[in-house]
């Protein structure tokens, strides 16, 4: 029972005192199972489980059956009171780790319940799409380079003020080859998107992931099925308990006011009954503890485990990213390194030198008019 555990040290050898949900506090022998409302002293003598309920201050089977579910059951899972049980310590602290916050279900937009395993299990397909929705934005952006590359290699072929003669036809010529000269710069970005950033987020965690998922999902449902075969079965040990001891309180009660002739041997046969219930809610008990232990401890394991995959993708992204980035600029780069000669050619453009040189080819003679003379 999780309860607060208090005062142990001064009780006698093998008592201990817990704290019930009004506040009361109650006394339990862990070597006889036996409970009491009452403080036992150094003298306390641990009756025989056939009795043990039936001293004044002893707390009943149904007493007994309260206090095993003195903490709230949710979806069949337990969880600590608040008012009776000290704070828990996040097992990760400072980390917002998935193995502290994912303990409980939730109602989705249409009502139905999720497990907080389910939501760690959406986040990563989620993951998986918004990699193959990435993939697709840069194969669309490979397609407007590889169009971009093919649209500039056929303007620099254009034929349009071919005959620009001088430094200025030098440097218009030179501008028309830095097109091409970009196309190709063009088509070696989208051919290096390709291969070093579209491809591998295409074949980061390939067609396998989806399957590790189910893997886990029926693991995890499976955990969490039999937790709630075992609280259906505490729930009905705690019936039959609750049926047994109110049998036997009848019978007691007519043997007593004489209103039946049941002999001491059916009220012992009762009690032998109600205590074998007492037995057999105590196991079953057990069986669910040992149970939500063992999907305690594969949460933990599993949701560390996805939140290792979950850092892993995010850390792949990343990387590829800032691939992205780097051919960028190297694209950036290499584009301004075909200007280089453009701008020197522009620089060197000298309409004196072009107006001489187009003169000595196309001059019609250097001997200028004179006075008509009689």
Not at 141 to 167: C, V, W
């Amino acid at each position: 029972m999780p309860a607060e555990e208090i005062e142990s040290v001064s009780l006698p050898v093998g008592w201990k005192s817990y704290i019930s949900p009004e506040g009361r506090k109650y006394y339990v022998n862990t070597s006889t199972k036996e409970t009491t409302w009452e403080r036992p002293s150094t003298s306390t003598t641990s009756p025989k489980a056939s009795g043990s309920h039936q001293h004044s201050g002893k707390i009943s089977h149904c007493e007994l059956t309260f206090l095993c579910f003195i903490s709230p059951q949710i979806n069949c899972v337990t969880f600590p009171v608040s008012m009776s049980a000290p704070e828990q310590q996040l097992l990760k602290p400072s980390e917002w780790s998935y193995c502290d916050y994912f303990w409980a279900d939730k109602r989705d937009p249409q009502g139905a319940t999720v497990s907080g395993f389910e939501v760690l299990l959406q986040k990563q397909l989620k993951g998986k799409q918004m990699q193959k929705e990435m993939a697709e934005f840069i194969r669309e952006r490979i397609k407007i380079e590889e169009e971009y590359a093919k649209n500039l290699s056929k303007l620099s072929m254009f034929p349009m003020a071919a005959q620009e003669e001088g430094t200025l036809g030098e440097a218009w010529a030179q501008l028309k080859k830095s097109l091409a000269d970009e196309a190709e710069v063009h088509l070696k970005f989208s051919s290096k998107l390709q291969s070093e950033v579209e491809k591998p987020l295409l074949t980061f965690r390939g067609d396998n992931f989806k399957k590790d998922m189910k893997k886990y999902d029926h693991h995890i449902a499976d955990l969490r099925k039999q937790l709630v075969s075992r609280y259906a079965a505490v729930e009905k040990a705690r019936k039959a308990l609750a049926d047994r001891q109110k049998d036997l309180e009848v019978k007691t009660q007519q043997l007593e006011i004489k209103l039946s002739n049941k002999t001491e041997e059916d009220i012992k046969k009762a009690r032998r009954k109600s205590t074998q219930a007492g037995d057999d809610l105590m196991r079953c008990v057990d069986l669910y503890n040992q149970g939500q232990s063992k999907w305690f401890e594969e949460m933990v394991t599993t949701s560390l485990e996805l939140e290792r995959l979950e850092v892993e993708r995010v850390e792949t992204i990343q990387q590829l990213l800032r691939q992205y980035t780097t051919l960028r600029h190297e694209t950036d780069m290499f584009n301004q390194s075909t200007m280089e000669p453009v701008d020197q050619l522009l620089q060197s453009v000298d309409p004196a030198k072009d107006r001489e040189l187009w003169v000595k080819e196309h001059k019609t003679g250097d001997l200028r008019p004179v006075d008509m003379d009689i």
